[in-house]
C-alpha cells in the first residue's frame, strides 16, 4: 500500500510541476519586413532558460486565405522556480516553413495554456 501512496504522490507532484511550467500567451504580433512573429508569453520559472518552440496543431483549415493552429511549446529544463516571467519569444517564417505561397495572408492562431491564444495575420506577398 505504500508504494501505491508514493507513487500517487509522484504523479500528483509531476502534474503540479507540468502545470506550473505551462507559458501564457498574451499578444502577438507580425513584422513583414523581418518576417518574424513575435509573442508575448509568461510563465513560472526564474531559476533556468526556458526554450519556446512552435507547432502545427493539425492541418490548417481551407480557406482563403488559409487558417492555422500552433501551439506553443515551452521546455523549462526541469525549471522549479515559481516566479512569474514575461517574455517576447519570436519565430521566423522560415523556420516555421511558412515562406511558402500557401501561407499568403494566412490567419495563425497560437495557443498557449489556461485557453490562452492570440491570432496574426501573414502579409500578402506577390
Given at each position: 500500500?505504500?508504494?501505491?501512496?508514493?507513487?500517487?504522490?509522484?504523479?500528483?507532484?509531476?502534474?503540479?510541476?507540468?502545470?506550473?511550467?505551462?507559458?501564457?500567451?498574451?499578444?502577438?504580433?507580425?513584422?513583414?519586413?523581418?518576417?518574424?512573429?513575435?509573442?508575448?508569453?509568461?510563465?513560472?520559472?526564474?531559476?533556468?532558460?526556458?526554450?519556446?518552440?512552435?507547432?502545427?496543431?493539425?492541418?490548417?483549415?481551407?480557406?482563403?486565405?488559409?487558417?492555422?493552429?500552433?501551439?506553443?511549446?515551452?521546455?523549462?529544463?526541469?525549471?522549479?522556480?515559481?516566479a512569474m516571467?514575461?517574455?517576447?519569444?519570436?519565430?521566423t517564417?522560415?523556420?516555421?516553413?511558412?515562406?511558402?505561397?500557401?501561407?499568403?495572408?494566412?490567419?495563425?492562431?497560437?495557443?498557449?495554456d489556461?485557453?490562452?491564444?492570440a491570432t496574426?495575420?501573414?502579409?500578402?506577398?506577390?
Amino acid at each position: 500500500m505504500s508504494s501505491l501512496k508514493n507513487l500517487a504522490t509522484a504523479l500528483i507532484l509531476t502534474l503540479a510541476a507540468d502545470a506550473a511550467q505551462s507559458a501564457t500567451v498574451h499578444s502577438a504580433s507580425v513584422d513583414p519586413v523581418k518576417q518574424v512573429i513575435t509573442v508575448d508569453v509568461s510563465y513560472g520559472g526564474g531559476c533556468k532558460e526556458h526554450d519556446f518552440k512552435l507547432k502545427f496543431k493539425g492541418g490548417c483549415m481551407e480557406s482563403y486565405p488559409v487558417q492555422c493552429h500552433l501551439v506553443l511549446e515551452e521546455n523549462s529544463h526541469g525549471d522549479m522556480c515559481e516566479a512569474m516571467i514575461g517574455k517576447r519569444v519570436q519565430f521566423t517564417f522560415a523556420e516555421l516553413g511558412l515562406n511558402d505561397g500557401y501561407f499568403n495572408g494566412a490567419y495563425l492562431t497560437i495557443f498557449g495554456d489556461n485557453q490562452s491564444r492570440a491570432t496574426v495575420s501573414l502579409p500578402f506577398r506577390r
